[in-house]
């Protein structure tokens, strides 16, 4: 049964507690909608009610990739000004230029930092993914469990960590071991440290569900066999059935084609996506049963999401908590329609048998490939990686208890994984510093969005996003955008009109493209923004044809 939020027996516990807890919960690959309250055929009773009482975001960004997207967040900054403008590597990115040379110690705070200085106690549980050095507790947070890296097995224990104290981990059976249900332990832990303590809490759950590799019990794999043998393009005509019922898709406006697997390191021409009655009888089962394990992995991530609800309501935390809701990127296209095993790459094993029954358990790798991600991202075109609105706009709430006035509503104005730091010191009356120990800090870049939960309008100013040579600004209703692996020609959208991006203006308003192609150049000069081909070329070794950037 979902959680009932309002109104729940909440105890005295933190009646004197002026300052709200604040709970950042973060998903790893979620598509835009993947949730029920997004339009998705997976069960999300718990982010449904979230969704019910409190605030849906239809156009929050992040910065289209892991990495670069959780150093947005972590900093209120753009991820190349904290040298996260490329994925975290090894001790080579050290050399390369200062916006992609790994993450920064000298010019920003995290939220935690902040949070500490006014008397939080500050704890993550999950996924890490901004280098092993330094770590969630050399950046503010006192207490930490989960996975440094990027992505692992989700069976064994050993591939996750405690600190500060490695020794004081947590000993699970060996078959009872799930990381999305360790890591929700430790929240549930961690939230309970700072009732003991006296403080208000600050987490961020970051979960690294549902990313691959894709690993989840038989018995919840099974339970979404029968739905995902219907095939993507039953699945996507339902969603979008969903999504202009629940308003999330305007009348009048397209959803997205069937589309393509696009250019890639690994796919030198794209193609398009088949339509799922062209498959083999045993390319749709070991396809179905791809997508039957993601989401399963969904479905147990809203559970632990909702257990962790029910411990802040029997702490007496619940009613003074601000909850944000996000997926770090787009669902995951990598890298054709067959999706791939064993590990990232183009090989891939179509299972058939008794195979199929042993997909997503211990000692498997599997991933469910473009055919699914664009489902996922539906209504939108392309993934993550990708600026286009598949890739960069997020599913997210905001919840706030009686603190939301408009409940149920869905808000269209555009925010940015930026506004996040900004609206945690709102919230919790944190002062940003000009200096901090011995770092000057570069002033933020977000707005508060707090004022969304009165039904108010925050401030507006031009948001961008670049990774990989996939590029945008947007600025009021319009969006310039464009993909390396089309060329990096300009495109065109009001966003407002073409929620989906399906007509390009940029030959009929010339002059409006110039006017936001200048805007982007300043920005990506001002921010350690570097061509990406040549910047891949000189420092990666790779030999990427150069297009005319400007």
């Not at 009932?4 to 004197?16: D, M, V």
């Not at 040379?101 to 705070?109: A, E, H």
């Not at 397209?254 to 030198?268: I, V």
């Not at 179509?350 to 699914?372: A, R």
Request: glycine share 10%; proline share 6%.
């Amino acid at each position: 049964m979902p959680l009932a939020l309002c109104g729940a027996a909440a105890g005295t516990a933190q009646a004197q507690q002026a300052q709200p807890n604040i709970v950042i919960i973060l998903t790893d690959d979620l598509g835009f909608s993947d949730p029920g309250c997004y339009g998705g055929e997976i069960r999300t009773p718990n982010l449904d009610r979230l969704a019910t009482e409190g605030v849906r975001f239809t156009q929050m960004y992040n910065s289209a990739r892991s990495c670069p997207s959780r150093a947005c967040l972590m900093t209120g900054l753009y991820p190349h000004q904290v040298g996260v403008g490329e994925m975290i590597g090894g001790p080579k990115k050290k050399l390369w230029p200062e916006g992609y040379s790994g993450f920064r110690d000298d010019n920003n705070l995290t939220i935690a930092e902040a949070l500490r200085t006014n008397g939080y106690y500050t704890a993550m549980a999950g996924k890490w993914h901004l280098g092993d050095k330094p770590t969630p507790v050399d950046r503010g947070f006192e207490d930490f469990y989960g996975l440094l890296g990027g992505f692992t097995t989700f069976w064994e224990q050993s591939k996750y960590t405690r600190l500060p104290n490695p020794e004081t981990v947590r000993i699970y059976p060996e078959d009872e071991y799930y990381s999305t249900d360790a890591i929700t332990d430790y929240a549930v832990e961690f939230a309970g440290k700072a009732k003991e303590q006296h403080k208000p809490l600050f987490l961020y759950l970051s979960y690294n569900a549902p990313h691959f590799p894709l690993h989840a019990p038989k018995e919840r794999i099974d339970k979404y066999m029968d739905t995902y043998m219907k095939g993507w393009d039953t699945i996507r005509a339902e969603r979008e059935q969903r999504l202009r019922k629940l308003g999330l898709l305007p009348e009048g406006q397209q959803m997205g084609p069937r589309g393509e697997a696009p250019g890639s390191l690994f796919l030198k021409q794209p193609h398009a996506l088949p339509a799922w009655d062209s498959l083999t009888a045993d390319q749709q089962k070991d396809l179905a049963r791809r997508m039957a394990i993601y989401a399963a992995m969904v479905d147990i991530m809203d559970e632990n999401i909702g257990r962790f609800l029910t411990a802040l309501r029997e702490n007496g935390q619940l009613d003074n908590t601000l909850i944000i809701f996000m997926s770090d990127n787009g669902a995951c296209a990598e890298w054709h329609e067959f999706g791939f095993d064993g590990h990232s790459g183009l090989k891939y094993h179509t299972h058939v048998g008794d195979e199929l029954d042993g997909m997503g358990q211990k000692g498997t790798y599997h991933h469910y490939g473009t055919g699914w991600a664009n489902v996922c991202c539906a209504p939108f075109n392309l993934y993550k990686h990708f600026a286009h609105e598949g890739g960069i706009s997020t599913p997210s709430i905001l919840w706030w208890g009686d603190k939301v006035k408009n409940k149920g509503s869905i808000d269209n104005q555009p925010c940015h994984f930026t506004d996040i730091m900004t609206t945690c010191l709102a919230a919790s009356g944190t002062k940003y510093p000009k200096k901090y120990e011995k770092r000057k800090l570069l002033p933020l870049k977000g707005v508060s969005i707090l004022p969304i939960a009165e039904g108010k309008k925050i401030e507006s100013r031009p948001i961008f996003a670049e990774h990989e040579g996939n590029r945008m600004v947007r600025v009021g209703d319009w969006k310039l955008v464009a993909s390396y692996y089309n060329g990096q020609k300009w495109e065109l959208y009001n966003i407002a009109e073409d929620r989906t991006e399906q007509h390009d203006l940029a030959e009929k308003y010339p002059k409006k493209v110039a006017q936001m192609e200048k805007l982007y150049f300043e920005w990506a000069d001002q921010n350690n923004v570097l061509p990406y081909p040549q910047l891949m070329n000189q420092y990666a070794g790779r030999k990427l044809k150069i297009y005319n950037e400007k």
